[in-house]
């Protein structure tokens, strides 16, 4: 199983960024997919979850309203679309899979490598 993560780059506080994972090696459409962050010097932290149909999504209270998750079956493609990002939210991001939103949201089943978000001030 692979999960390629792209997009990440240095942006200007209050700009966007979108986020992509391409996958392979798995039923891209039967798993839920997720983003997670870590900053420098913490721990690893869920960022956004989506269900495997994209009917339902969960995201961190740190990003409600912000970031939107969604995913295109057709292409093994889940995204992270970023707005008015800050500061804080710079970190490296990664992709996750997992059987469902609870999974995905904690354990997840499969990682992806990370792309770098650097938010400046």
């Known amino acids: 199983v692979q999960l390629q993560a792209s997009g990440g780059g240095l942006v200007q506080t209050g700009g966007s960024l979108r986020l992509s994972c391409a996958a392979s090696?798995?039923?891209?459409?039967?798993?839920?997919m997720g983003w997670f962050r870590q900053a420098p010097g913490k721990r690893r932290e869920f960022v956004a979850a989506?269900?495997?149909?994209?009917?339902?999504?969960y995201y961190a209270d740190s990003v409600k309203g912000r970031f939107t998750i969604s995913r295109d079956n057709a292409k093994n493609t889940v995204y992270l679309r970023m707005n008015s990002l800050k500061p804080e939210d710079t970190a490296v991001y990664y992709c996750?899979?997992?059987?469902?939103?609870?999974?995905?949201?904690?354990?997840?089943?499969?990682w992806g490598q990370g792309t770098l978000v650097t938010v400046s001030s």
């Open positions: 090696g798995l039923t891209f459409s039967s798993y839920a």
């Open positions: 996750a899979a997992g059987n469902n939103i609870p999974i995905v949201a904690t354990t997840p089943d499969y």
């Open positions: 989506i269900a495997w149909n994209g009917g339902s999504t």
